[in-house]
């Protein structure tokens, strides 16, 4: 949550010495239990509550406050005393920055999560007030110029309190999983064409899925390694279109609907010192669907570096099927 302040609030902010960076970001792979997308971009609800005597109006420097891409929000007014929850679309934040350094070249290290995010989320305010608001003796016939040089205008800043959020990072070491980049790339298909919106296929029809899951090259090479040896659990999805459930069987998946592919599964011998290569899962089934109607399928793959927990991350598009 982030509150409207005054020009003077939440300076102390600015001389935080906490340091939000920290290498565990890097190895926090497959430790937190919850189900993400793995897209570059994550949605995010941001309260924002007035509490200046007078309306404010919101925007930031690129230009759209929140929404989304079909309905975007340049702007946004706040009246006084009244708390607003806004959408809006950031990045994941980098796990890793690179760091150039002249006499050995390039190196990493883990990123400010916090300064990240406050960045990502900071907007601009201003407001109109009339300092002879309350002046009832005032001119009811002054010019114009008269009454806009007894109007101040009032700005600031409106972000998430760093120290706060340093705190929540620290007490919830799953949060930077849920706003950071994903460990890997989910990618589903099933032989659409890359022209048409959907597969048609007909009643009865098997129709092949496939998954590929990529690890990202930012996961350190040990954590990787670990799950190119132990596995990573790829899993298939299907379901009607904007329908409810039903107890009919609508499909049936052929082979096997889950399974721990690792390097030595689904690569060949070839492949092997390709690093590329080793870095990519594959798992594939096949579906008949047996009613006709609008099908989705889609892929996760589940990573785990702890007994009993599953970090789930879903491919960010699903793949649309119409059987006719």
Same mark, same amino acid.
Request: hydrophobic content about 35%.
């Given at each position: 949550? &982030? ?24 190895? =926090?792979?497959? &430790? ?13 609800? &941001? ?8 309306? @404010?109006?919101?925007?930031?420097? +690129?230009? #759209? ?7 975007? &929000? ?11 929850? @806004?959408?809006?679309? @950031?990045?994941? @934040? ?5 760091? %150039? ?13 916090? *300064?990240?995010?406050? !960045? ?27 009454? $806009?040089?007894?109007?101040?205008? #009032? ?10 959020? #340093? ?19 989910? +990618? ?5 064409? *890359? ?13 092949? !899925?496939?998954?590929? !899951? ?11 390694? /670990?799950? #190119? ?10 379901? =009607? ?7 009919? =069987? ?12 690792? *390097? ?14 080793? /870095? ?5 089934? =096949? ?19 702890? %007994?009993?927990? %599953? ?6 598009? $699903? ?6």
């Amino acid at each position: 949550n &982030m509150a409207s302040s005054d020009n003077n609030n939440n300076n102390n902010d600015d001389n935080d010495d906490d340091d939000g960076g920290d290498a565990s970001i890097l190895n =926090r792979v497959g &430790m937190d239990q919850g189900v993400h997308v793995a897209s570059n971009e994550i949605v995010a609800l &941001m309260a924002v509550a007035n509490e200046t005597n007078s309306t @404010i109006l919101l925007s930031n420097r +690129k230009g #759209r406050v929140g929404g989304f891409s079909g309905s975007p &929000m340049p702007t946004i007014r706040v009246t006084s005393g009244v708390s607003v929850k @806004i959408p809006v679309v @950031i990045p994941r @934040i980098p796990r890793r920055i690179l760091e %150039e350094k002249e006499e050995e070249g390039s190196s990493s290290s883990s990123i400010d999560v916090a *300064a990240e995010l406050v !960045a990502n989320t900071a907007l601009q305010w201003k407001s109109v007030v009339d300092d002879n608001n309350n002046n009832n003796d005032a001119d009811a016939t002054a010019s114009s110029s008269s009454i $806009a040089s007894n109007l101040k205008v #009032r700005q600031g800043r409106v972000r998430i309190p760093s120290k706060c959020l #340093r705190e929540i990072i620290s007490e919830h070491q799953s949060f930077c999983s849920r706003i950071c980049q994903s460990p890997v790339a989910v +990618k589903v298909s099933i032989g659409r064409p *890359a022209t048409d919106p959907e597969l048609l296929v007909s009643k009865g029809q098997a129709v092949t !899925a496939q998954v590929e !899951a990529t690890i990202e090259e930012w996961v350190p090479s040990h954590v990787r390694d /670990n799950l #190119r040896r132990d596995g990573i659990v790829l899993e298939f999805c299907c379901a =009607r279109k904007n329908a409810a459930g039903t107890l009919k =069987r609508e499909y049936v998946w052929c082979g096997l609907l889950r399974r721990t592919v690792n *390097a030595t599964s689904s690569s060949s011998s070839s492949d092997q010192n390709n690093n590329n290569n080793n /870095n990519k899962l594959q798992h594939q089934a =096949r579906v008949i669907f047996l009613t006709e109607g609008a099908f989705v399928v889609s892929a996760c793959a589940k990573l785990s570096t702890q %007994e009993g927990v %599953e970090e789930t991350w879903w491919a960010q598009f $699903a793949e649309n099927v119409l059987v006719q």
